[in-house]
């Protein structure tokens, strides 16, 4: 299970180097921006669901031309810089939020885009709940997250060193799709993309994971330091396996959009209009 509190305060520490090690964002925030070309919507309010830094901003911006733009993340500092990019004059708004309780009207949203938010989500089905809350019928739900397959040369090269939890175990398409049914959307479209990143050490990689925000924050991890020497086994372990080519580090990219369906009614709430019901002949 993942620490929320470890999760905002990394992000807030993250802020002023995030852009730096943001490629892997802007890779799949420029494959969600493209598989929304051919989608019809006529949008007065987008959502950008962890926003980070705002960068999705001028994109969308073009994207939705009448709409208002509304960018939520949890962690201050990461919506300070977002303000800050945006342009004169443009109707965007910033809010801090938790995905799973967002300060939103039922069905007051048209698009809501999240950007490899749910590999920092422990159980997505809150957040997907909210998605359906707040979108409205036939809007479009667009997200991008990691499949199963990430990060597992570094889970290998853990698994030398101790067999503690290290890396989170990232829900795979078929998974997202039942919960995104689940949740009352509709309509689920997904499909995987592969990207492999390429690093001279791991020196370099950890480097831009501390940058981006993405360290241990599995609450399962280790309590206390982890100290040099298991820190310098793992890294010499995971060099090791590379090889003389350098570190090439696989990410298995899960891109998905669906629909609002309007409201979910409570089951164990059930109407019946009267008129409906015959009466009874004797």
Known sequence: MLNARHIRRRF???ADHFD???????WTRDGLLTRLEPLLVDANTVIDLGSATGAAQRQLNKRFRKARLVSIDVAHRMLKKARAKRAWLSKNAFAQASADALPLATGSADVIFANLLLPWIDDPGPVFSEVARVLRKGGIFSFATLGPDSLREISRAWATVDDGAHVKRF???HDLGDALVNAGLSDPVLDVDRLSVSYRSSRDLFADLTAAGAR????QRRQTLTGRSRYSAMSAALETAA???GIALDLELVFGHCWGAGPKMDPSNYRIDAAQIPRRRR
Do not use: H, I, S
């Open 12 to 14: 807030e520490r993250a």
């Open 20 to 26: 730096d090690a943001d490629f892997v964002y802007k």
């Open 171 to 173: 829900p795979d398409m």
């Open 216 to 219: 241990n924050t599995l609450q």
């Open 243 to 245: 090889g003389n080519e």
